[in-house]
């Protein structure tokens, strides 16, 4: 089953693909969001705390798995424990992802319509009152939706069917410091709004009355899905990691890289929203028809500078979204082709059709296919539910148990000293976590992402 493999070229590679695949539409719509509904700068330090002491041990778990096992998430649980029962879990890593890059990339197809008529300056033209109908009015029709879909998908196939370090590793390195610029240059402007002061207060004041049960579970939900666990992701990036990369140190910065993104989120959304009052907890709304409006009121004295914050917003979201993008369909690719023995580009052309092919569904549910419901929920709905709520964490809570209870003592040595070579002081910390808290957190995190935690 083995097979030679690329590797990720160098250190810094390494960490901007991965870091990569934890930034994404998460960090830019559902942090502000899940901050902006969980009382601002308390929210922030539990999701840092859930971040160490919680998100840190899956993600260390994942990069044993997948670097020892030297293979994609699809095979490296049954390396490790041969039984049908690990086979069928790999198949179920690779099922994951698959079913989000269907439904991600019809969002991520939104980012790009939203860029190009920035470009062509149509979100100028549109009235702050009707980006409601002009964003129905896009995602009802069938031709602009599929087509968008399909752009944003032949966009990640391209760089993914170039392999690890010529394709994934080669253009992380330009879109990760890409998004960086412009982000840091959008909080810039930012800054400069009437309530920027007011929209910092709120990040960074650390109201404790305002933490509740709900916010403890938002937090540990918010750091859960911010790096990506569970999705078979990190395992299978961490089969492209040289013996020489520290993955205690390496999981620390990926997560350092991706929350000073998120923060960094929250200082370019939370200035604007606050100047102009919109409820900063919007979600998917406050990207695509709150924040257009909010970038034609707070520049209305100057419209150039909004329509160049309004092109350099999008952009950073289409960069977002591409590096997420690329992570997942990667996962996918390297499954097949270590299951089929065939090239990559073959592997990457049968997942792009595939994820294409399904991904109509999603891409319709706004149009013809709206009326269209399974158990209540159009397609792009029953696809998120099923993915988000159910099978990630049923994904991670598995990952948890199998690193702790069933991963060999041997393994956990020579990946966390580098075969003896570096010191890893906090193994009996992270081996508590990993058998007690972490399941019974992402338990917990499960029943409360359903509702089931309110009945209770």
Known sequence: MKQERGNFGSKLGMILAAAGSAVGLGNVWRFPTE????????????????????????????????????????????????????????????????????????????????????????????????????????????????????????????????????????????????????????????????????????????????????????????????????????????????????LGTSALTIAGVDTAVALLAGLMIFPAVFSVGVAPDEGPTLIFIALPSVFQSAFSSWPWLGTLFSIAFYALLVLATLTSSISIHEVVTAYITEATHCSRRKAASCVTIACFTLGLLCALSFGPLKDVHLWGMTFFDLFDFVTAKLMLPISGFIISLFAAWRLSRTTWEAELTNDGTRRFPLRRLLFVMLRYVCPIGILLMFLNELGWMKLL
Not at 38 to 65: K, Q
Not at 138 to 164: C, D, E, K, R
Not at 186 to 209: I, R, W
Not at 220 to 235: C, D, P, V, W, Y
């Open 35 to 246: 901050t902006g509904e969980n009382g601002g700068g308390a929210f922030i330090l539990l999701y840092i705390v859930c971040l160490l002491f919680f998100g840190l041990p899956v993600m260390v778990s994942e990069f044993v798995i997948g670097r020892s096992a030297r293979l994609s998430a699809g095979f490296a649980y049954h390396h490790h424990a041969p039984t049908p029962l690990w086979r069928w879990f790999g198949r179920f890593q690779v099922l994951i992802p698959f079913l989000i890059l269907c439904y991600y990339n019809v969002v991520a197809g939104w980012t790009l319509f939203y860029l190009v008529e920035a470009v062509r300056g149509t979100l100028d033209a549109v009235p702050a009152q009707a980006f409601a109908p002009f964003f129905a009015d896009f995602t009802s029709n069938p031709w602009l939706q599929v087509g968008y879909f399909f752009a944003f998908m032949a966009l990640t196939h391209a760089i993914v069917v170039q392999g690890v370090s010529k394709g994934i590793e080669r253009f992380s390195k330009v879109l990760m410091p890409g998004l960086f610029i412009i982000l840091l240059i959008l909080v810039g402007c930012s800054l400069t709004m009437p309530k920027a002061q007011e929209a910092v207060d709120f990040l960074f004041t650390f109201d404790f009355s305002k933490i509740t049960a709900h916010t403890v579970l938002a937090a540990m939900g918010q750091a859960f899905f911010s790096l990506s666990l569970g999705m078979g992701i990190l395992s299978t990036y961490a089969s492209y990691f040289k013996r020489d990369a520290v």
